[in-house]
């Protein structure tokens, strides 16, 4: 029995070729929808993406303006400062701190930390302690200036209002700093003990003094200075009598000699 023969247009696999002009008009149909579908997702969306991409522009131009004009305020505030540290080392210190108003507020921490503590030093030239206080308080209180700074901002707003605070204010405003591995522990461990003899605490501040005089790792004028406090304290603060004397340069002998003239002719300190 014969098979039918199967159609060509019934399978789709042997679709009829295609005349050149059917092609040509299929690509002009293809065209035109293709056309008619951007132009639609032009009407839907052109304004929000033209808008959007408008934002990003104007938003990337803004932030390079924005940029340049920090980099350029910045340098222009960093060449202020070496001006004001020439006027600094030429002593005309008036002209230090009218050069330095204008920085004192700057956005830049570093500017206006050196700015404020420019003036101050200033300040203090110019026999305006009270000023000079003022801003050593502002660098201490900045979060964002740098922590050595802010530090050593606190010892010399102490040290300069020293006579004028009362002894457990500097006890309290020192006490972060009276460690042996911190940067102004000598600083700061001596304006304690002064001040715990201030307060009458005459044991605490031999402590400290001692403490002092024993550390290898401080200045040896500081150390001299607080074992001279130890001995008007009555504190022992000397491990090796020997090796101190023979540091000195003095025999035992005539140390222990010293030492007996010393301990009738000095008493403690009232």
């Known amino acids: 029995m014969a098979l039918s023969p199967k159609k060509p247009d019934d399978s789709g696999q042997n679709p009829p070729k295609l005349s050149a002009e059917d092609e040509v008009a299929l690509r002009e149909i293809d065209e035109a929808v293709r056309q008619d579908d951007t132009a639609e997702f032009a009407r839907k969306y052109g304004i929000a993406i033209g808008t959007g991409l408008g934002v990003i522009l104007l938003g990337l131009g803004g932030y390079l303006f924005w940029d340049s004009q ?21 002593e005309d210190f008036a002209s230090v701190k009218d050069r330095s108003a204008a920085l004192l507020d700057s956005e830049t921490a570093g500017v206006r930390t050196s700015a404020r503590l420019l003036q101050a030093a200033a300040s203090l030239e110019l026999d305006e302690p009270d000023r000079a206080i003022e801003l050593y308080a502002q660098v201490a209180a900045d979060t964002e200036a740098p922590q050595a700074l802010r530090d050593l901002a606190l010892i010399r707003q102490v040290t300069t209002g020293f ?21 102004f522990y000598a600083s700061a461990a001596e304006l304690t003990a002064l001040a ?44 090796d009598v020997e090796e101190l ?8 002998q005539d140390g222990a000699q010293d030492g007996r003239v010393a301990a009738g002719s000095v008493g403690p300190s009232r």
Do not use: C, W
């Open 70 to 90: 920090v980099e350029a305020a910045l340098e222009a505030e960093s060449e202020q400062i070496v001006q004001i540290i020439d006027y600094a080392q030429s």
């Open 163 to 183: 006579d004028d605070l009362p002894p457990q204010d500097v006890i309290a405003k020192l006490a972060p700093l009276v460690k042996p591995e911190h940067a």
């Open 196 to 239: 715990h003899l201030e307060a009458g605490d005459r044991a605490k501040a031999g402590e400290l003094f001692a403490a002092i005089a024993q550390n290898e790792d401080l200045p040896g004028s500081l150390r001299d200075r607080a074992l001279q406090m130890t001995g008007q304290l009555g504190v022992d603060a000397v491990e």
């Open 245 to 252: 004397l023979e540091e000195q340069g003095v025999s035992s």
